[in-house]
């Protein structure tokens, strides 16, 4: 077993460590989890200029992930580094679950393979080395239904409740999970109260706290939140979740080889897996259709679709080799893929060089971004706001303000914030004319002036005559003609 681990650890570290802080580049949703994540560990309840309930379209993430990893960003001092080293220990969490929690049911081989294949993937290496919410709630899925292949027993309840609760710590998208859970255990009524119950307490005493503090707007960003779900669930569904699903599964052989080893765990007996994964996974692409190129969104799933692996290898061991022992090749075969996949994905962890598939997206230059930042910051301090994006946020002392907050100051409505947002939820004055500098970057150009009304401001900046201060090949940085220059 501590050979078997250290084999892990070793991938782990070669894999998910190396240029931790810049590779991949920095994506939207990352840097504003982080900034919001480091504010709370300070004890500020904050969407950049917004008060954060939690529960905003916007930002559904939840606070117990976002007060872990602000906490690990700030024994960093403040960067990103920490928030990223919290989500790569996450990946290391899920595989030594799948090891040795899996094993019990799977057998010690089948859930090494398992592991090992889960940690070597690109896809895994890429997000787990990002800091999203998701990467929780995919270790609290997995946990769960690790418990789940046990016999319908109190202990087993009790810590498969406790995994939904890791889940429903971090996203809103536990909730897929907690349906699966119960599906699970469909004839084993009592157990619906283990499962749910700690999942439960965490809701209430979380919302509780919450209400405390921001009452009304709460229930006003439920409320938003559930229609958002909805809405945009239809459009970015397209009506086609049998489609969306192909796609998704036959994007690549270790997809195919996850289906082929999740369907094999029902001769298995093993039937928790596939029913977690398999139902979680279509409820996603149900709402999502761009989940091979967004696919942070589905490391929700991925730890539970990879015990695929562990049924394919227990079906190699106990039923191939049984009737045929020529055979054993095959599963000989299967054990050289976790190293090729090593293989092809250590010159890339090594060199900093790893992409990931939304890569037209996320920061095409790190360090351009911090020479900006670093201008920013010789001649801006924490009373200051500057207009800006998430990616360029993280590393200011002045307050930020998102163009996509920005536009709702003047009550109109944008992606994200369709319903608006009152005077009374900005932290401090949001308005064009009281920043300082704006900042228009890469993303911006990509994505957010493209979203609905947002361009008004592109367009104000022009019409004004903000100059250019600054400028490298992806960003550049505009002076409020208002403030006199120099000062």
């Known amino acids: 077993m501590l050979a078997a681990?250290?084999?892990?650890?070793?991938?782990?570290?070669?894999?998910?460590?190396?240029?931790?802080?810049?590779?991949?580049?920095?994506?939207?949703?990352?840097?504003?989890?982080?900034?919001?994540?480091?504010?709370?560990?300070?004890?500020?309840?904050?969407?950049?200029?917004?008060?954060?309930?939690?529960?905003?379209?916007?930002?559904?993430?939840?606070?117990?992930?976002?007060?872990?990893?602000?906490?690990?960003?700030?024994?960093?001092?403040?960067?990103?580094?920490?928030?990223?080293?919290?989500?790569?220990?996450?990946?290391?969490?899920?595989?030594?679950?799948?090891?040795?929690?899996?094993?019990?049911?799977?057998?010690?081989?089948?859930?090494?393979?398992?592991?090992?294949?889960?940690?070597v993937y690109g896809q895994t290496i890429i997000h787990y080395r990002m800091g999203n919410s998701h990467n929780a709630a995919g270790l609290g899925l997995l946990i769960m239904t690790l418990f789940l292949l046990r016999k319908p027993r109190m202990g087993n309840d009790w810590f498969a409740g406790l995994g939904l609760m890791v889940g429903a710590g971090a996203h809103p998208l536990f909730v897929h999970g907690a349906v699966a859970g119960i599906l699970c255990r469909l004839k084993h009524p009592v157990s619906w109260v283990r499962i749910l119950l700690p999942c439960v307490l965490y809701l209430a005493v979380s919302l509780a706290v919450i209400y405390h503090f921001f009452g009304r707007w709460l229930v006003e960003d439920l409320v938003h939140?559930?229609?958002?779900?909805?809405?945009?669930?239809?459009?970015?569904?397209?009506?086609?979740?049998?489609?969306?699903?192909?796609?998704?599964?036959s994007q690549d052989w270790f997809h195919l080889g996850l289906l082929g080893g999740l369907l094999l765990c029902f001769p298995l007996r093993r039937t928790a897996a596939p029913i977690v994964g398999l139902l979680v996974l279509f409820l996603l692409?149900?709402?999502?259709?761009?989940?091979?190129?967004?696919?942070?969104?589905?490391?929700?799933?991925?730890?539970?679709?990879?015990?695929?692996?562990?049924?394919?290898?227990?079906?190699?061991?106990?039923?191939?080799?049984?009737?045929?022992?020529?055979?054993?090749?095959?599963?000989?075969?299967?054990?050289?893929?976790?190293?090729?996949?090593?293989?092809?994905?250590?010159?890339?962890?090594?060199?900093?060089?790893?992409?990931?598939?939304?890569?037209?997206?996320?920061?095409?230059?790190?360090?351009?971004?911090?020479?900006?930042?670093?201008?920013l910051n010789e001649r801006t301090g924490p009373g200051d706001v500057v207009a800006g994006n998430p990616n360029i946020a993280w590393l200011l002392h002045a307050r930020t303000v998102p163009y996509l907050q920005m536009i709702t100051w003047y009550g109109i409505p944008t992606q994200g914030y369709e319903n608006g947002n009152a005077r009374e939820r900005f932290r401090f004055d949001s308005s064009l004319e009281n920043a300082r500098f704006a900042v228009i970057g890469d993303i911006d150009r990509r994505w957010t002036f493209g979203e609905p009304n947002v361009i008004r401001l592109a367009e104000r900046m022009e019409s004004e005559k903000w100059p250019v201060v600054w400028r490298g090949p992806n960003y550049e940085i505009l002076a409020n003609p208002r403030f006199p220059a120099g000062d």
């Open 285 to 375: 692409v149900r709402n999502r259709q761009n989940l091979v190129v967004f696919y942070y969104q589905a490391i929700v799933i991925l730890p539970v679709l990879c015990l695929g692996w562990a049924g394919l290898w227990r079906y190699c061991e106990t039923r191939i080799r049984r009737l045929a022992p020529r055979v054993r090749h095959i599963v000989l075969a299967l054990g050289a893929l976790p190293l090729t996949l090593f293989a092809v994905a250590l010159p890339a962890s090594l060199a900093g060089t790893l992409t990931p598939r939304n890569h037209y997206w996320v920061t095409q230059s790190p360090a351009e971004v911090e020479a900006a930042a670093q201008w």
């Open 225 to 249: 939140l559930q229609e958002a779900f909805s809405a945009r669930g239809q459009a970015d569904g397209g009506g086609r979740a049998f489609e969306n699903f192909r796609i998704f599964i």
């Open 5 to 119: 681990l250290g084999v892990l650890s070793l991938c782990w570290v070669l894999l998910y460590l190396p240029n931790l802080r810049t590779s991949p580049g920095w994506y939207g949703d990352e840097t504003l989890t982080f900034c919001s994540s480091r504010d709370l560990a300070s004890g500020v309840a904050s969407n950049f200029a917004l008060w954060n309930t939690y529960w905003h379209p916007h930002y559904p993430y939840q606070p117990a992930y976002s007060l872990v990893n602000g906490i690990f960003a700030r024994l960093a001092h403040g960067d990103i580094v920490g928030s990223r080293f919290f989500n790569a220990l996450l990946a290391l969490a899920a595989a030594f679950s799948i090891y040795l929690i899996g094993r019990y049911r799977f057998g010690s081989r089948a859930s090494l393979f398992a592991a090992a294949m889960f940690l």
